[in-house]
């Protein structure tokens, strides 16, 4: 059995940030799969401006794009902060004040908990981050056991007191660039909420020639 530091029992919010160009049904599976977990509410954290990341469609649409694929879970909100990217130091704070009361949980892919493990001096603040929140984390790539073990190293030789859970979300084998891809080959959309589909439609996002702001 995969060992757990599970999160607090006082109400928690779950914070999933990322860029969502487009936001897709793994998003929206994850998300779901984290209220399953026991968390309240689950707020998408629109990036401005991602790290490591060039082209990206303008923030109104996909701000728009999200709001449209959680119309239908109350469960679900969307925030964007003046910050332009994420960072610990700097925005785990404002997510504690506008999220008084609430335990804060981040939803992170394996992919990036695994990275962050292995490269855990390029992650400038650690410390507040395992301090102030919890980890939910989708558990895909990475098995559950082998991140346990890195997680559970970096808080014995590093003092770092991750809380963490797992989830499998249903829907894992979609991501955004390949929908991009799909759409800019003259396809249809897959793995996107029909009114996602619509909106991507109605303003020419991500075909042969879109002016990108």
């Given at each position: 059995a995969v060992k757990e530091c599970r999160l607090k029992a006082k109400p928690s919010v779950?914070?999933?940030?990322?860029?969502?160009?487009?936001?897709?049904?793994?998003?929206?599976?994850?998300?779901?799969?984290?209220l399953d977990a026991g968390l309240e509410k689950v707020m998408f954290l629109v990036e401005p401006r991602p790290r490591r990341k060039q082209g990206v469609r303008a923030l109104e649409h996909r701000v728009a794009m999200v709001q449209l694929a959680i119309a239908h879970e109350p469960r679900f909100g969307v925030i964007v902060l003046e910050q332009a990217r994420f960072t610990p130091h700097e925005t785990l704070p404002v997510l504690l004040r506008r999220f008084a009361?609430?335990?804060?949980?981040l939803l992170f892919?394996?992919?990036?908990?695994?990275?962050m493990v292995d490269h855990i001096a390029a992650w400038p603040h650690i410390e507040e981050l395992a301090s102030s929140a919890s980890l939910v984390i989708a558990a895909r790539n990475e098995t559950q056991q082998k991140l346990?073990?890195?997680?559970?190293?970096?808080?014995?030789?590093?003092?770092l007191p991750f809380r963490y859970q797992f989830v499998e979300p249903k829907q894992?084998?979609?991501?955004?660039?390949?929908?991009?891809?799909?759409?800019?080959?003259g396809q249809k959309p897959q793995h996107v909420p029909g009114e996602v589909a619509a909106y991507i439609e109605d303003h020419g996002l991500y075909a042969v020639g879109e002016i990108i702001s």
């Open positions: 779950g914070v999933f940030a990322g860029t969502f160009d487009p936001i897709h049904d793994g998003h929206l599976a994850f998300a779901h799969a984290a009361g609430y335990e804060i949980a892919g394996d992919d990036v908990i695994s990275y346990t073990e890195k997680l559970e190293i970096l808080k014995k030789h590093h003092n894992t084998i979609v991501s955004s660039s390949a929908i991009r891809l799909r759409i800019k080959r």
